[in-house]
């Protein structure tokens, strides 16, 4: 199925978290995604999204790497985000 696109880095494009950039952590049936950005949305409840409302970006995370303790996963996000260039890119409400 889309088991591929686990790893990728994605930015939303629709909904409160719009322009966030997040990891795809999982997938959910056909049209639907776990994600996680180590930060509002952690790895242990990560944010379930539909594939229409993202963008992908460049890169890719290697999710079956990440630590297995949950604090350490987050903060490994956190960080390969920040490394990639990627940091909290929300739009301003005013535009």
């Known amino acids: 199925m889309h088991n591929d696109i686990i790893g990728s ?6 909904g409160r978290d719009k ?25 242990s409840r990560p944010k379930k999204k539909k ?7 460049e890169g890719r995370l290697e999710v079956t ?5 949950a604090m350490l996963a987050d903060a490994a ?4 985000l920040s490394s990639l260039g990627y940091k909290d890119k929300t739009v301003s409400k005013e535009e």
């Open 9 to 14: 880095i994605v930015t939303s494009k629709a």
């Open 65 to 69: 790497k990440l630590p297995e303790d």
């Open 19 to 43: 322009g966030r950039t997040f990891v795809v952590t999982a997938t959910e049936g056909e049209e639907f995604v776990m994600l996680a950005d180590g930060e509002t949305r952690r790895g």
């Open 77 to 80: 996000i956190r960080k390969s």
């Open 51 to 57: 594939l229409k409302h993202l963008s992908f970006e």
